[in-house]
């Protein structure tokens, strides 16, 4: 099992910690901050500790030995995720996918056109960016990126995929499983 840091884990590492000085926390609130403080709330400081140790060891990404990369929102660096100057963008960046969705198919990998980037790993695999916004609920493909954020926090189901066989297996949208939680909606 890998477990992946994603830009939630980073703020919820910085509120256990206190590390709150460039922190907006009305935005924080808006993305499930508010649920979080309060399911903390009757916790104790032993079991913060050990949350806080869990969220220190969590990797910025994964790569296999089929060379098959595992990261969360994406890179920027075109050499890769080990020259990412800015180790926050695995978390954040967008660019990935957006290049991948922008992509004319009729480029040839082996073209000074085609983005390095989409070339460096047999496959990249993200989330972050739901596939909601382009009109689908189960994960998509463009060039060798894989999108499996199928949407769950915008009413959309939680997806999980076998990266061998691209089989995958999803909820019913979040919203009908929790009929009180609004999510980000």
Known sequence: CIFLRGNHDELLLDWLEGNTKNFDEKMWYKHGGEATVLAYSDISEATKKLHIDFLIGLENYFLDDENRLFVHAGFTNMNGVHYEYFPKLFYWDRTLWESA?????????????????????????????PVTRIGETVPVQKASVWNVDTGAAFKGPLTIMDVNTKEFWQSEPLNELYFNEKGRN
């Open 101 to 129: 969705l922008a992509l004319d198919s009729s480029i040839s990998k082996s073209s000074w056109l085609y983005p390095r980037r989409l070339t460096l790993y047999t496959e990249v695999y993200i989330g972050h960016t």
